[in-house]
């Protein structure tokens, strides 16, 4: 969900003050952290209103922060927007060199409400 459903619907304030929710919840997880300060500043400002949320839940329950692109020099900011822990930050770095997700750029050569250029996409069997 965005930030801004997350931040201005009065549904998640009733969701979080049932305990039987808050019983089954196991982690909070942010996908895509780095827009938070990217994306924050300027264009979407309520990425950076998101890190008060953190004390409506116990600090027992993690909160996760996923991204392929977030820099070494971010992190700081980033426990500093959201109210995280510094001594419980855990980083995993993997490769982002995925070989099945390519970019190609062909000419059509046929009318594009064919698809027919498209064919090669889905293989025949």
């Not at 300027?42 to 004390?55: A, D, E, M, V």
């Amino acid at each position: 969900m965005s930030p801004e459903l997350l931040l201005n619907n009065d549904r998640f304030e009733v969701l979080w003050g049932k305990k039987h929710f808050m019983d089954k919840l196991i982690n909070i997880v942010l996908d895509e952290a780095h827009v938070i300060k990217e994306w924050g500043g300027t264009f979407r400002t309520n990425y950076l209103k998101i890190g008060p949320i953190r004390y409506r839940f116990p600090w027992m329950i993690p909160f996760h922060l996923g991204s392929a692109t977030v820099s070494k020099q971010l992190e700081p900011e980033l426990v500093k927007n959201l109210h995280l822990c510094v001594d419980s930050l855990v980083v995993m770095r993997r490769n982002m060199d995925r070989p099945n997700i390519f970019l190609i750029v062909e000419q059509m050569k046929h009318p594009a409400n064919s698809y027919e250029d498209l064919a090669f996409v889905i293989k025949r069997t």
